[in-house]
């Protein structure tokens, strides 16, 4: 059993921590943002659209091609894929593109593999937060990741990284039909873990990672403002928020 603290708050006896992965340990602004160009990119190209779409396309996605930052309260950070992919249908149906979603999944999909074979080039590790992971691993404490992107991927970015050992189990969104904030991928890996909700924290960046936790039974979150949400808001929901990782004693 671990302690974490910080100057504001303490949890105690912990002996398994989940994770979510993009904002959390990955880059998610460099990752989801260059993922965001290349799915709007290939929606341009198969529908023949006018190439000044590409950043209206981009906004809807939530990524803003200006800054390089994906935005706070755009679809991406605020739900699940299946939710981002109706909403996203919708948007399109709005502006004349004749697309459903099965074909936006399946363009999403398409994309996924063709990022996945250049996942050097646009995948980055948040420092503090894998030196974070290694040091509650080193105390013996068992780890998964709850995601959702997909299992397939999280493991080629595992292994891309030499990660492997890291973590004991992977839950992604083909896990289960089940959405991640629905609180069933949080339970699958408690059950594979052989862990229970009371000795048990989620770390995240964002809403959706509190309410998988919460509905997943586990009643402490740990939000950190790596990803696209800032603290003042993650505060809004979680009386657990740092700044990053490294602000976080293990003891």
Known sequence: MINLKTNWWEITNIDTILFDKDGTFIDLHYFWGKMTEMRVSEIIKRF???Q??????CLKLGYDISTGKMLQDGITAMYSRPVIIEIFCKDLNNIGVNITEKQIEEIFDNVSKLFYENMSEYTKPIDEAI??????????IKTGIVTSDSKESTLLTLKHF???NLFNVVIGRESTKETKE???PVKMALELLKSNTEHTIMIGDAPMD?????H????????CATGQINTETLSKTSEYVV????????C
């Open 52 to 57: 000044s779409v590409f950043p209206i396309l």
């Open 182 to 184: 629905s609180g069933v």
């Open 210 to 214: 509190y309410l998988a936790a919460k």
């Open 48 to 50: 023949n659209l006018q």
């Open 243 to 250: 700044s990053s990782l490294d602000k976080i004693s293990i």
């Open 216 to 223: 997943g039974g586990v009643g402490k979150t740990i939000l």
């Open 131 to 140: 030196n974070f992971i290694k040091s509650v691993k080193s105390k013996g």
């Open 162 to 164: 030499h990660w492997e």
